[in-house]
């Protein structure tokens, strides 16, 4: 594939019929975004999915929020209904992904939200360009200072990545075993009975698509995040974006001691667990994101670049 080619997928898109949706060009790719609420007036929130999902991760979310909110859904580089390019998976590229997005959208600032991999992109935007976010609150991931002797005993609860981290195996793996998708949704939710056949089917299906876009952005994590952390980088950098971290008490990815350890490095963030859930917050507990969300994220009106 050229560096300069944009793969979009024409798969069949989830219905939601709250949710409007449209495309747009962004730095030589094509994203896709779904949208709730209050389009042009309501207060403007970005929500960014995590693996193995795509935007349908927020529908259960929306469904409880009011009017009054507008949620900006983009599906991430190379997944969903995002156009699939040869790079730009890292960290920073899908960073400027999303602060590109805000740019076109004509949004100065807006309420952050981010789950698993969306939380960790989430958290490297509120160091990047604090101006841009009034609140962020981060599900299911560790922030950026974490305790090595949190971290170390539970690498193990990892083991998965191996299976899609490097590049041949990993796309094979992601592209041709769909039940291993389904796998790991199952087994990193407290209750594997919160996901209906229906998105077991879909993240399957959506995972083989995207599947050189997740074994990139894993390797690139290796390559790039893993040294930086080893390294102490961003102990460098304080994060004033108030922030609520909400973790699932019983989270066998990222466990409740992985959430502690960030409070020298930030100016107001609060963590809190959810008791009885595990990884996939937006879908167990949509109650408790929405509530988060409500808290977090004051109603107010907006009108694009310098209404705040």
Known sequence: MAPHTVVVSERLM????RSTHRRLDVRGTRLHVAEYG???TGTPLLMLHGFPQHWYAWHRVA????DGYRLLCPDLRGFGWSGITSRGYDMDGLAADALALLDALGLERVGLVGHDWGAHLGFRLCLRAPERFTGYLALNMSHPWPRHRA???NLWRLWYTACVEYPVPGRAVLRHLPGFTRFLLRHQAADPAVWSPFELAEYGAATSVSAAA?????????????????????RRHRL???TLLLGGERDNVVVPSM???????????RVRLVEGAGHYLPQERPEEVAAAVRELFKLQKQSGFGSF
């Open 151 to 153: 971290v170390l005993p």
């Open 240 to 242: 004033t974006v108030p």
């Open 259 to 269: 959430l502690a350890g960030a409070e020298p490095y930030a100016d107001e963030l």
């Open 63 to 66: 469904a409880l929020l009011p």
């Open 14 to 17: 989830p219905e939601d019929i």
């Open 38 to 40: 209050d389009g042009g």
């Open 214 to 234: 997740a074994q990139s952005m894993f390797w690139q994590y290796v390559l790039h995040d893993i040294p930086a952390l080893v390294r102490g980088t961003w």
